[in-house]
């Protein structure tokens, strides 16, 4: 079992950025890969960035050269620092681990980019 809580989210004017956290807890050695997804009123859920176990990271086009995912292995914890926000990015960014057996998603936090 994994538990994932992501915080960090808020309002902020185009151009700016902010910092999301996600905490996860548990079974941390089986975790292969975290991820991070957002869902925009009205639109599909959409992935964002993976880390894997190994450190790879891959993005979505749509966030590439502006969002950065990274983690803290001591505190178990996986960022995602997102720069030059457009209102676009606004969307509840929820954070996912996944791994054999193991597919937890937390309940999201809310970025609204304001034009």
């Known amino acids: 079992q994994v538990q994932v809580v992501e915080s960090g989210g808020g309002l902020v004017q185009a151009g700016g950025s902010l910092r999301l956290s996600c905490a996860a807890s548990?079974?941390?050695?089986?975790?292969?890969?975290m991820k991070w997804y957002r869902q925009a009123p009205g639109k599909q859920r959409e992935f964002v960035a993976t880390?894997?176990?190994?450190?790879?990271?891959t993005y979505a086009d749509s966030v590439k050269g502006r969002f950065t995912i990274s983690r803290d292995n001591a505190r178990n914890t996986v960022y995602l620092r997102m720069n030059g926000l457009i209102p676009e990015d606004t969307a509840v960014y929820l954070c996912?681990?996944?791994?054999?057996?193991?597919?937890?998603w937390g309940q999201g936090t809310q970025v609204t980019v304001s034009s």
């Open positions: 996912n681990a996944f791994g054999l057996g193991i597919d937890s």
């Open positions: 548990g079974s941390i050695a089986s975790i292969a890969a």
């Open positions: 880390i894997t176990r190994g450190g790879t990271t």
